[in-house]
C-alpha cells in the first residue's frame, strides 16, 4: 500500500532560524510529489510539484528537493507569515487518486 | 477570478437528514475532486470527475453520491447522513490529470449530530 509519512508533526522555530520539513513516501512508480500548504480554516494552497529525484524548485523563502525515497522542504530565514500546515502528496493507484501525508505544522515565532 | 466556491461553509445535521454540498470553479478545469479532512488523518479521496458526465469512486465513497452535470459545478450528496460523516469536506480542481498542481476551495466543516 503506497504511504506518504511527514515528519515532524510539528515544528517550532524562531523568526530567522531555518529547518526542514521531510516527505518520506512509498509507493511503485513515483508519477510526481506535490507539496501544499495549507492555513488554518483554509484549502491548501500549491506550492511544488517534483518529478524526478535529484530535482529542486523554489519559491520565496521556500525550497523543495526530492530523492527517490523522500522529499525535503527547506525554509531559509522563516517569517511569521509562513506559519501553515506543510502537506506532501503522491499520485498513487489510479490517475487521479493521491495519497497525503497528515503534515507538518509549522510555527513561526517573532 | 473566484477559483472554487464552495458553500456552505458550515453545517449541522441531524442523524438520517440529507444534503448536498456545493462546489464550482471558473477555471475551465476538467478534473474535480471531493475529499474529507479529518484531524491527524491525510486528505482521503471521495469522489472525482475527469469532465462532464463522467465520475468516479476515490478511497472513500461509501455514503456519498456525485453528479458532474456541467464542467463548473461538482455537488457532493450526503444520503442518511451519519457520525462517522462528521468531517471538513474540501472540492479541488485541476486543469492537469492526477490532481497535479490542484486548486481547492475553502472548505465545507459538516458535523453530524
Known amino acids: 500500500e503506497d504511504q506518504v509519512t511527514q515528519s515532524p508533526e510539528a515544528l517550532r522555530l524562531q523568526e530567522g532560524e531555518s529547518s526542514s520539513l521531510n516527505c518520506s513516501y512509498t509507493v511503485s512508480g513515483l508519477r510526481g510529489l506535490f507539496w501544499y500548504r495549507q492555513d488554518p480554516g483554509k484549502g491548501p494552497e500549491f506550492l511544488f510539484t517534483?518529478?524526478?529525484a535529484g530535482e529542486e524548485k523554489e519559491k520565496e523563502r521556500l525550497k523543495a528537493t526530492l530523492t527517490k525515497k523522500e522529499s525535503f522542504l527547506h525554509i531559509t530565514a522563516p517569517k511569521p507569515e509562513d506559519s501553515a500546515t506543510y502537506l506532501c502528496?503522491?499520485?498513487?493507484?489510479?490517475?487521479?487518486?493521491?495519497?497525503f501525508g497528515t503534515g507538518t505544522k509549522l510555527q513561526v515565532i517573532p | 477570478n473566484a477559483g472554487v466556491t464552495q458553500t456552505p461553509k458550515f453545517r449541522i445535521l441531524k442523524i438520517g437528514q440529507s444534503m448536498t454540498l456545493q462546489c464550482a470553479q471558473d477555471m475551465n478545469h476538467n478534473y474535480m475532486y471531493w475529499y474529507r479532512q479529518d484531524p491527524g488523518m491525510g486528505l482521503k479521496l471521495i469522489y472525482y470527475s475527469v469532465g462532464a458526465g463522467i465520475t468516479d469512486k476515490g478511497e472513500v465513497p461509501n455514503g456519498y453520491n456525485v453528479s458532474r452535470s456541467t464542467t463548473e459545478d461538482f455537488p457532493l450528496r450526503l444520503e442518511l447522513a451519519a457520525p462517522s460523516q462528521t468531517s471538513v469536506y474540501f472540492c479541488?480542481?485541476?486543469?492537469?490529470?492526477?490532481?497535479?498542481?490542484?486548486?481547492f476551495g475553502q472548505g465545507t466543516r459538516l458535523t453530524v449530530v
Open positions: 502528496a503522491v499520485p498513487s493507484g489510479g490517475y487521479q487518486k493521491v495519497t
Open positions: 517534483l518529478y524526478s
Open positions: 479541488a480542481s485541476s486543469y492537469l490529470q492526477g490532481n497535479t498542481e490542484a486548486f
